[in-house]
């Protein structure tokens, strides 16, 4: 990759606090000044709803009897912990997360592959794996329903009669998987394929001369050169599969124990109207997804995405 | 060697049309419904036996459809706007100038962009209540900036890395103005990264569900995706299958004309950021 080259020929080395150049500190100004308005919004549209989602969860808040919030400490945190409803449906989170992001891994592997090495056609096949990206993800979860709706569904009838894969919870779970795989593996993919085209041809074709075989390049070469852009991959599609919510509405509305925790969430604050309850479920949720994010980046060493132009 | 070379081609036209099929069949068997009618809805075919356009013709016919792509439309195109112009500012910022603060700003949209948007739902719902934009546009446009403007900054940021900026000093150099050599060297150099990132905030504005069915109540703001869950037939008797096949195809057709188009750039766009580093 190329070095960028400095902005401007009279910016100071970095550090020199004191004797900042009239231009240097004109810089400043001006980049503080174009960051400020996204900084506002950001903060305004995430920070300052997630303090206030904290201060809902420690009121006893329903909107059914607005007269009765009350502060109540943690208690909303305890009624959610020791209820059945909050562990099922994380499980099943977990349980979606880990199996469709290892399923999409490989099938992304694969996809990625075909299109690296691909003589020709690369360009339909491209075109055609951006559309499960594109689509709108409940498009696609209809189109899964249906195809899973006995009498409707060409797929139903590929089951005995009677069989009703959607109204029963383990093959209900798979099939959430299946679209949730479908729609995703093509961002995996793609991701992939730009790691591997950081590969250097060279290297291969030297582990070739020394009798390396098509595994072999695979694992030994391959795979750990790729190893930054796969823990990026596997880190934006593991907080991205945590966060399901589209295919299952649409799919079972969380029904028969196929409810993920969002849809826990939103069915406490849309359906029980209970927004203390409702925050501390958000609250967790969040958590849960910055403990997934600090693994990856501590556990695995993956970079965070960005980490190395700060590094400049 | 010829039909060694010959199976190679086989072989790699018999995995494109595999990827192809996989990509495009529950495309193809959501748009055959939206095609059928009602008696043959059932028959499971891939291809309708009678074809009829009545499922789109019903659809256009009542309001709630219109209003719905009114406000997708509508929601969609003004958050990438604000979201582009911020963002393009930012990375801006970011590529090119040196000020401290930097890293943060990085470190903050990365933590924004991994944010559970069912987390902020909640809050959202009982701000806007209160602040009286519940089911409004601005109710739907500024949640959407959480997920666009972190990303607006990051392919922005990796785009603007590319140019080389050294090329409008010699412009100036050669006797340009410095708005002459923003004109004609600078913008027609950023344009391809900002209308691709563009494109990738709208689709992403596009396919938002849960904010949708969060912070609207009525079809004053209710965008496609959300107004197709609601759906209901024209009698309680009947399943609303082909107004949401119907609906469905027509919101996915500028997302197949966006791919179509612009294949190559959007693939630049959701790599470039996340990769490249």
Redesign the interface.
């Known amino acids: 990759?190329n070095t960028?080259?400095?902005?401007t020929s009279t910016?100071p080395a970095?550090g020199g606090t004191e004797a900042l150049s009239e231009g240097?500190r004109q810089?400043?100004r001006?980049?503080?000044l174009?960051?400020a308005?996204?900084?506002v919004?950001?903060l305004?549209?995430?920070a300052y709803?997630?303090g206030?989602?904290i201060y809902?969860s420690l009121q006893r808040y329903d909107l059914r009897f607005p007269g009765q919030a009350k502060f109540v400490g943690f208690s909303n945190y305890g009624a959610v912990l020791s209820s059945d409803f909050w562990w099922e449906a994380f499980w099943v989170t977990l349980f979606i997360t880990a199996v469709s992001v290892a399923v999409e891994l490989v099938l992304g592997f694969t996809?990625a592959l075909?299109m690296h090495r691909?003589?020709?056609?690369r360009?339909?096949?491209?075109?055609?794996?951006?559309?499960?990206?594109?689509?709108?993800?409940?498009?696609?979860a209809?189109?899964?329903q249906?195809?899973w709706t006995p009498?409707?569904?060409?797929l139903?009838?590929l089951l005995p009669s009677g069989d009703a894969p959607l109204t029963e919870q383990w093959p209900a779970i798979g099939l959430i998987i299946l679209a949730e795989v479908?729609k995703t593996t093509?961002?995996m993919a793609?991701?992939l394929?730009?790691?591997l085209a950081?590969v250097p041809e060279e290297t291969l074709r030297a582990a070739m001369v020394d009798g390396a075989s098509a595994w072999q390049r695979f694992a030994l070469v391959t795979v750990p050169l790729m190893k930054?852009?796969i823990l990026?991959?596997l880190l934006?599609r593991t907080?991205d599969a945590?966060?399901i919510?589209?295919n299952i509405?649409?799919l079972t509305s969380g029904a028969h124990g196929t409810g993920s925790?969002?849809i826990l969430?939103?069915d406490n604050?849309?359906t029980a109207l209970n927004?203390g309850i409702?925050?501390a479920?958000?609250?967790l949720?969040?958590i849960?997804?910055g403990v997934i994010?600090f693994a990856f980046i501590k556990l695995f060493g993956a970079?965070?995405?960005?980490?190395?132009?700060?590094g400049r | 060697m010829a039909s060694a070379g010959k199976r190679h081609i086989t072989g790699w036209a018999i995995a494109n049309t595999v990827v192809i099929a996989y990509a495009l069949f529950p495309v193809w068997w959501i748009a055959a419904l939206s095609f059928k009618e009602p008696s043959t809805l059932t028959d499971g075919n891939f291809i309708p036996e009678k074809w009829t356009l009545d499922n789109y013709r019903g659809i256009f016919d009542t309001s709630e459809f219109t209003r719905a792509l009114i406000n997708s439309i509508g929601i969609a195109l003004i958050a990438t706007v604000i979201a582009v112009v911020l963002g393009t500012m930012a990375a801006y910022a970011v590529a090119r100038l040196r000020f401290p603060g930097k890293k943060l700003l990085i470190g903050m949209s990365l933590l924004i962009a991994m944010f559970p948007p069912i987390s902020l739902v909640s809050p959202l719902f009982n701000i806007e209540r209160i602040l009286g934009i519940f089911d409004t546009w601005p109710g739907l446009i500024i949640p959407y900036m959480t997920f666009s403007l972190p990303l607006a900054i990051y392919t922005l940021s990796a785009f603007f890395r590319e140019i080389p900026w050294d090329l409008e000093k010699a412009a100036k150099v050669d006797g340009a103005t410095p708005a002459q050599a923003f004109r004609l060297v600078i913008a027609p150099l950023a344009a391809p990264g900002v209308f691709t990132t563009a494109i990738l905030v709208f689709i992403f504005c596009w396919n938002d569900f849960l904010f949708a069915i969060s912070l609207t109540s009525t079809t004053a703001a209710r965008t496609v995706p959300a107004a197709i869950a609601f759906f209901t037939g024209s009698s309680q008797f009947q399943q609303p299958t082909g107004s949401i096949a119907a609906a469905a195809v027509v919101i996915t057709i500028p997302i197949i004309v966006f791919v179509l188009l612009f294949q190559r750039r959007i693939v630049a766009g959701l790599t470039s950021g996340a990769v490249k580093g």
């Open positions: 990759m960028p080259t400095p902005a910016a970095p240097a810089e400043r001006l980049g503080w174009l960051c308005p996204a900084v919004v950001m305004a549209v995430t709803p997630i206030y989602a809902l996809l075909v691909a003589i020709f056609g360009g339909v096949v491209r075109t055609a794996i951006l559309i499960p990206y594109g689509i709108v993800t409940v498009v696609a209809y189109s899964w249906y195809a009498d409707t569904g060409y139903a009838a479908w093509p961002f793609l991701l394929l730009a790691g950081l930054p852009a990026v991959a934006f907080l945590f966060r919510f589209d509405y649409i925790v969002s969430g939103y604050l849309f927004l409702g925050s479920i958000s609250v949720i969040f849960c997804v994010a970079a965070a995405p960005g980490a190395e132009e700060t």
